[in-house]
């Protein structure tokens, strides 16, 4: 097998960013630490990458983009706003849609990896399992490209981390509707991804802060597809009429929160007088609703930006932080009143 960067780097004792500032004769880099990694270069004849090269001659100034399902408004919109980014920053992008399969996520990872890029953006948290056995792909592809993150984190060299911190922002947003003195809340998810676990516990905790200890009677998990919205508003009727009593729903997306609007005019209630209802991803849905959506805006737009400027400067051979939370933001319209 032949030795990659990540190996130099380990053999070295010195990061990626170093070795590949040796390797593009960037400077700021000690003597004694140039000639060690020089050393290794030349005991195992080690050829460099495009990626190990940077921003020199030799990179072909294209990054793939891995998404899961391009029709998912979020997952859409981080793919136009990452290639809008690379574009203006002279880069350009090769696009995959993987679907949620694992065996097909890892014949994706590798048909980009052949294509020689200088970096490769993993777009969604499906991408990142919870064993580390499940993500020993992306270990493996990180040995050779920079790997980035959108909106999921993975503690691994070479492999970088752009997200939003869903936990808190969802903590948040069921205490603002708790301190609003609506108790019986009803969650809904519809993904148990990095993100939608974070989502969860988010709520969970603000539960439980709250003193709610029937935690699995509110928190459900909807088993479908959200298209059309009036399936998720006949599996809300659905718990309504199971005798589960509730005034105020909040959900990890926006088209679930949409499915909850749509229950509430069937059962001829008020939102929100009636039914409060916040939704998650602050996406074009929000406005499409009537009356329009409070949700959770997740700062895909900066997310997005910061992505690319840290491969960038990564590329360039530049330390950069691993891992880059923001915080996410409770944008209040007409369906709470609080």
């Known amino acids: 097998m032949a030795i990659t960067i990540y190996d130099i780097s380990q053999k ?99 048909l980009i990896l052949s294509k020689k890029v200088d970096s490769i953006i993993l777009v969604g948290s499906n991408f990142i399992a919870p064993t580390e056995v499940e993500n020993t792909y992306i270990a493996e592809a990180a040995e050779q490209v920079p790997i980035m993150l959108l909106n999921a984190a993975y503690d691994h060299p070479n492999v970088y981390s752009t997200l939003c911190d869903d936990h808190a922002a969802m903590y948040e947003a069921a205490t603002a509707m708790l301190d609003a003195g609506i108790r019986r809340i009803l969650y809904l998810y519809n993904s148990n991804s990095y993100s939608g676990t974070r989502k969860r516990r988010g709520i969970e905790d603000a539960f439980k802060k709250a003193g709610i200890t029937d935690i699995k009677t509110y928190v459900r998990f909807y088993n479908g597809k959200t298209d059309p919205l009036n399936a998720v508003a006949d599996f809300i009727e659905q718990i309504a009429d199971s005798g589960v009593i509730f005034d105020g729903v909040i959900a990890s997306e926006d088209a679930l929160a949409i499915g909850a609007v749509k229950y509430a005019r069937r059962r001829g209630l008020n939102v929100p007088q009636d039914l409060s209802v916040i939704g998650c991803n602050n996406s074009i849905l929000t406005d499409c609703c009537t009356p329009e959506l409070t949700s959770v805006d997740n700062r895909l737009e900066t997310l997005s930006h910061q992505l690319v400027q840290t491969l960038l400067h990564v590329i360039n051979g530049e330390e950069m932080p691993k891992k880059a939370i923001f915080s996410g933001k409770l944008m209040k319209r007409s369906t709470t009143n609080f």
């Open 12 to 110: 070295a004792g010195v990061s990626i960013a170093t070795v590949s500032r040796v390797i593009n004769g960037s400077g700021n880099v000690k003597a004694s630490t140039q000639q060690k990694v020089m050393d290794i270069i030349k005991q195992y004849d080690y050829t460099p990458n495009a990626y190990a090269r940077g921003m020199g001659l030799n990179s072909i100034r294209t990054v793939g983009i891995l998404c899961a399902d391009c029709s998912d408004l979020y997952l859409a919109k981080a793919v136009y706003l990452l290639e809008q980014d690379l574009q203006a920053n002279g880069y350009e992008a090769l696009l995959c849609c993987t679907g949620y399969n694992p065996d097909a996520r890892k014949n994706y990872l590798n």
